[in-house]
């Protein structure tokens, strides 16, 4: 079974603060994923990695960076945490190539931001 | 833009079957997918349509139209268990997968 673990499930942050959210995959796939999810809104892509050390803005990149020094880990970084971030953080990992869209997805990080 | 439409939530008797629709405007289309996801969970992937027609699979199927811009997942011997959100999404031109808000459906005994 592929396994998609994140560091945290909840966070309290206050505002100004900077937070990190890992995901590690144990499988030895390409494509890794950051969403955030909101009520009343689909999931919304912040950033996706091919590769180590590679990266790709998703549609709403703006107030988060990501970290990919190793294949199998995708961190996703608010350096300076705001109160609109308040969300459901989900990784996610593409177990077959692009055109299957199948993805695998952590249990998910809920931040609050104060 | 790009969009997807569902209904937000949904009610369904235990036992009785279901239908959920979605419908989609997007540039390109490389595919459609199901997915559920129970209350506080991750999503989970249900079904992938990239043809015309019908995809069945135990309990649930997954209809496309490409042409009609529409899909449907159709719930059977709907059980309690099955009272999750279902979330759909196309694969755009670029492989980028677009999501609904997703449909609560809830389940009764």
């Known amino acids: 079974d592929v396994k998609v673990t994140q560091s945290s499930r909840y966070l309290v942050k206050r505002t100004g603060e900077k937070v990190f959210l890992e995901c590690v995959q144990d499988?030895?796939?390409?494509?890794m994923f950051w969403y955030r999810q909101d009520p009343g809104l689909g999931l919304r892509l912040i950033y996706f990695?091919?590769?180590?050390?590679?990266?790709e803005k998703g549609d709403i990149p703006e107030g988060y960076s990501v970290s990919r020094e190793k294949k199998e880990r995708f961190s996703l970084i608010l350096e300076s945490a705001s109160t609109n971030q308040t969300s459901m953080y989900l990784c996610?990992?593409?177990?077959?190539?692009?055109?299957?869209?199948?993805?695998?997805f952590g249990e998910g990080s809920r931040l609050t931001v104060l | 833009g790009q969009n997807i439409d569902q209904p937000t939530e949904m009610t369904a008797t235990e036992g009785a079957i279901v239908q959920i629709n979605c419908t989609y405007q997007?540039?390109?289309?490389?595919?459609l997918f199901w997915y559920q996801q129970h209350a506080g969970e991750a999503p989970t992937f249900l079904s992938y349509?990239?043809l015309d027609g019908l995809e069945e699979k135990s309990r649930f199927s997954s209809f496309l139209s490409r042409s009609k811009g529409y899909s449907y997942l159709l719930l059977k011997e709907l059980q309690m268990k099955d009272s999750a959100s279902y979330l759909c999404?196309?694969?755009?031109?670029?492989?980028?997968?677009?999501w609904g808000a997703g449909t609560k459906l809830i389940i009764k005994p």
């Open positions: 997007t540039s390109g289309f490389n595919g």
């Open positions: 999404a196309v694969s755009d031109s670029n492989y980028q997968l677009i």
């Open positions: 499988m030895d796939h390409e494509n």
């Open positions: 996610a990992i593409s177990a077959g190539g692009l055109d299957t869209g199948e993805l695998f």
């Open positions: 349509n990239v």
């Open positions: 990695s091919y590769d180590v050390k590679m990266k």
